[in-house]
Every structure is written in C-alpha cells, then in structure tokens.
C-alpha cells in the first residue's frame, strides 16, 4: 500500500494521529519495533478534554467501559488523613466528561488498535523499526527493518511518535534539551483496597508523608502505588520484595504480606526540542517533550499533539499549504514548555516538599482554593489541560 503518511511507533500517540488521519480518508502506515502493543506499567490518567477529543471516533465509550470514573481527586497529609479534594463537578458545562478517567494505557492503545486496522486506507506493522530515512521536497523515503530484513517505503510525510528513545529525533540529530531529576521512582501495583482504610480516598491521591510522600492511584482491580525513594538506601534495595512490603506497610499496616502483582523503578524527565516540525518529518508525544508524571499529563498531552497534527496534513494532503505544520509547531510546543513542563514541575515539587509547616501552609492554601468555587474552577481549567488546547487554538 502507497501511503501519503508514514509513523514511527503504534503506541497511543502513533495510533490515534493515524485513526484521525484514516478518518478523514488520508492512507496511512504505521510501523512499531515491538512486537505488540505493551501491557506494563505507563500511563493510566485520562483528562476531561481527551475523553472529549476521542469521543468522535467511539474510544472514549469503550474506556468508559473498561475504566474508572474519578470525579475528584486529593492532596492529603498522611497518617492524619488531612486533605484537599478537587471537584471536577465544577467542570460541567466546560466538557461534557467533568471528572478524570482511571485506565490504563494500553486499553487505549487496543481500541485504537482495533480501529485502526479496520480502515482500509490504514495499515499497522508490528516488529518493524524505522531505522532511516531521507527527505526532498517532494516527501520522505524510510527505510523499515523487520525480520532480520530491510526495506524502503516512501512517504509524503513522516510522524515520529516513537516515544522518549525516539529514532526519528536521534536521526534528525535534534538535542533533547531539559534534565532527568535526581531520584527514581518505585512504581508497585497491589490488588489491596486501601480505599476501606483511608477515609475518603479519591481513585487519585497525592500523600505527604513523615519524610516523603507517595501516591495512591487506582485502575480496575488494583491500585498503583508510586513510593517515591529513601536516600539512605540504593534503588536496587528499595525495589526489593521486602523494602516494597515494608514501603506498603507504612501506608496501612497490616498483618499480613500484601499482594504484588508488579514492581519497578523509573526516573522523571523534563525535556523538550527546539521545533516539532522538520521539513516533512514531524514529532509527536515522548518523541517531542517528556514530563514528569506528577499530574498525569504526559500521555494526554501527546494525545493532544496527535490529533493537532492529523488535522493539518489531512488539510495539507487535500491540497493546502504544507506550511500548516509550522502552525502545528506554533500550537503545540509552547502548551508543552508552559502548560504541561511547567505545571508537572511544580506538580512534583509541591509533592517533594519535607518540612511539615511548609506543608500545612500548602495544604491550608489548597484546601481554600477548593472550597472556592471560581478559583476551583480556574485551576481545574488548567490542571485538566483545558486551557492549554484553548490557548493553542488561538494560535493563528
């Protein structure tokens, strides 16, 4: 199959640029160097405006079915159970899906999938890494290797969508500006159900605790819980099954082991590059700017990207100007440095924060702020990433 759109990379981002794409009539192929759509542990928070923008093409039905509303969420100080809780309810009538979504990932990655390789102008290639490519004026030559083969496939354009390792950046030789923070993560999933131990837990809960803090997110049939690290220990002892089990026990002690279903650990990255757009290769999502996940804007955020970017090159394949990409740029970028970087930054510092009168004040603050309808609102508006997709539509 000719196509008029190459992507590097079939994970959420990937996929729905090429679901818009299919859907507006545009062929397009996608390849992905795994082997199928990966089941670990990745994103799982979905935003009111995203549930908007999939609604069109009947993903955000089928999440609905497979997830969890939150329609509220908390920063709460543990033991004492002290909190500030964020009504998205308050939302209403800015989006027709005022609360979070708890699912993870790869849900939306199948559903995308299923509907992708159902459009006859669509084709998805697992185990097939783009390894080079060429642009002219006239479109983008790739070079794909699978099965110990390659071969070349030519493209009007190209999207890369291959997440924070991306090729395509690395082969457009583009410095990945911004920091890897210090410490790492320890990212544990139990099937335990700390909401009948800690009073009025929300599905998303950000804790302070005696020297740290951790957070408490649930999918269905478990919750994930990110321990953020000791100082006086190495991460390869931290993620053991003890130091784990002891990590779960100071949550809610208990007498008995807790159940583990999956451990790991991994580190925060602030980056971004300096342009989205490069001739006709363009990037997409982790490929383009990576944030911590304190306010789980990562994924959403290259949700947003994708279906920005489909829209222009559908408009450009029938014939407008190919300089709508830069537009793309223009749009999309500084939402990501101003918005999402920026907001995930002090979303994590907020949450780093040990001194127990620095941390009443803040929770004092919090607990007004939500207890204040406009300023509620206000804050919902940007924190659910509305106001970021609002600003960038009046981006001319």
Same mark, same amino acid.
């Given at each position: 199959?000719?196509?008029?759109?190459?992507?590097?990379?079939?994970?959420?981002?990937?996929?729905?640029?090429?679901? %818009? &794409?299919?859907?507006?009539?545009?062929?397009?192929?996608?390849?992905? %160097?795994?082997?199928?759509?990966?089941?670990?542990? $990745?994103?799982?928070?979905? =935003?009111?405006?995203? +549930?908007?923008?999939?609604?069109?093409?009947?993903?955000?039905?089928? &999440?609905?079915?497979?997830?969890?509303?939150?329609?509220?969420?908390?920063?709460?100080?543990?033991?004492? @159970?002290?909190?500030?809780?964020?009504?998205?309810?308050?939302?209403?009538?800015?989006?027709?899906?005022?609360?979070?979504?708890?699912?993870?990932?790869?849900?939306?990655?199948?559903?995308?999938?299923?509907?992708?390789?159902?459009?006859?102008?669509?084709?998805?290639?697992? @185990?097939?890494?783009?390894?080079?490519?060429?642009?002219?004026?006239?479109?983008?030559?790739?070079?794909?290797?699978?099965? /110990?083969?390659?071969?070349?496939?030519? @493209?009007?354009? &190209?999207?890369?969508?291959?997440?924070?390792?991306?090729?395509? $950046?690395?082969?457009? @030789? +583009?410095?990945?500006?911004?920091?890897?923070?210090?410490?790492?993560? +320890?990212?544990?999933?139990?099937?335990?159900?700390?909401?009948?131990?800690?009073?009025?837990?929300?599905?998303?809960?950000?804790?302070?605790?005696? /020297?740290?803090?951790?957070?408490?997110?649930?999918?269905?049939?478990?919750?994930?819980?990110?321990?953020?690290?000791?100082?006086?220990?190495?991460?390869?002892?931290?993620?053991?099954?003890?130091?784990?089990?002891?990590?779960?026990?100071?949550?809610?002690?208990?007498?008995?082991?807790?159940?583990?279903?999956?451990?790991?650990?991994?580190?925060?990255?602030?980056?971004?590059?300096?342009?989205?757009?490069?001739?006709?290769?363009?990037?997409?999502?982790? *490929?383009?700017? +990576?944030?911590?996940?304190?306010?789980?804007?990562?994924?959403?955020?290259?949700? =947003?990207?994708?279906?920005?970017?489909?829209?222009?090159? %559908?408009?450009?394949?029938? /014939?407008?100007?190919?300089?709508?990409?830069? &537009?793309?740029?223009?749009?999309?970028?500084?939402?990501? $440095?101003?918005?999402?970087?920026?907001?995930?930054?002090?979303?994590? *510092?907020?949450? $780093?924060?040990?001194?127990?009168?620095?941390?009443?004040?803040?929770? *004092?603050?919090?607990?007004?702020?939500?207890?204040?309808?406009?300023?509620?609102?206000? =804050?919902?508006?940007?924190?659910?990433?509305?106001?970021?997709?609002?600003?960038?539509?009046?981006?001319?």
């Amino acid at each position: 199959m000719a196509a008029s759109v190459l992507i590097a990379g079939a994970g959420p981002v990937g996929l729905c640029a090429a679901l %818009a &794409l299919a859907d507006a009539g545009v062929r397009v192929r996608v390849f992905e %160097a795994a082997a199928d759509v990966e089941e670990d542990l $990745r994103a799982s928070t979905f =935003h009111p405006p995203t +549930l908007d923008l999939l609604d069109r093409y009947g993903v955000t039905a089928e &999440l609905l079915a497979r997830g969890l509303v939150c329609p509220h969420w908390q920063i709460r100080l543990h033991p004492s @159970g002290e909190r500030a809780v964020f009504d998205l309810a308050v939302l209403d009538g800015e989006t027709r899906h005022p609360y979070r979504l708890q699912c993870e990932q790869w849900k939306l990655s199948r559903a995308l999938l299923s509907r992708v390789t159902a459009a006859p102008q669509a084709e998805v290639a697992f @185990g097939a890494e783009v390894t080079a490519f060429a642009q002219d004026a006239d479109g983008v030559t790739v070079t794909v290797e699978r099965a /110990g083969r390659a071969e070349t496939l030519r @493209g009007s354009f &190209l999207i890369g969508a291959d997440g924070a390792r991306s090729t395509v $950046r690395r082969l457009l @030789g +583009l410095e990945f500006d911004g920091q890897t923070y210090p410490e790492t993560t +320890l990212l544990a999933t139990t099937t335990f159900p700390f909401e009948e131990h800690l009073d009025g837990l929300s599905n998303v809960s950000y804790c302070w605790k005696d /020297g740290g803090n951790f957070s408490l997110l649930k999918v269905p049939g478990r919750w994930r819980v990110s321990i953020y690290p000791r100082e006086d220990m190495s991460i390869e002892e931290q993620i053991s099954e003890a130091n784990i089990e002891a990590a779960l026990q100071e949550i809610v002690r208990r007498d008995v082991r807790y159940e583990v279903l999956e451990r790991r650990p991994y580190r925060v990255h602030q980056r971004i590059v300096s342009c989205y757009r490069h001739g006709r290769v363009v990037l997409a999502g982790d *490929a383009a700017h +990576l944030n911590s996940p304190a306010g789980g804007m990562g994924m959403n955020g290259g949700v =947003h990207d994708a279906l920005n970017l489909a829209d222009k090159l %559908a408009r450009i394949v029938r /014939g407008e100007d190919a300089r709508l990409l830069d &537009l793309y740029d223009r749009q999309r970028r500084p939402v990501a $440095r101003e918005q999402i970087l920026a907001q995930a930054d002090r979303n994590r *510092a907020r949450m $780093r924060e040990k001194d127990p009168a620095k941390r009443r004040a803040m929770l *004092a603050d919090m607990q007004a702020l939500a207890a204040d309808r406009d300023r509620l609102k206000a =804050h919902l508006l940007k924190t659910s990433m509305i106001e970021g997709l609002r600003l960038a539509e009046q981006v001319a």
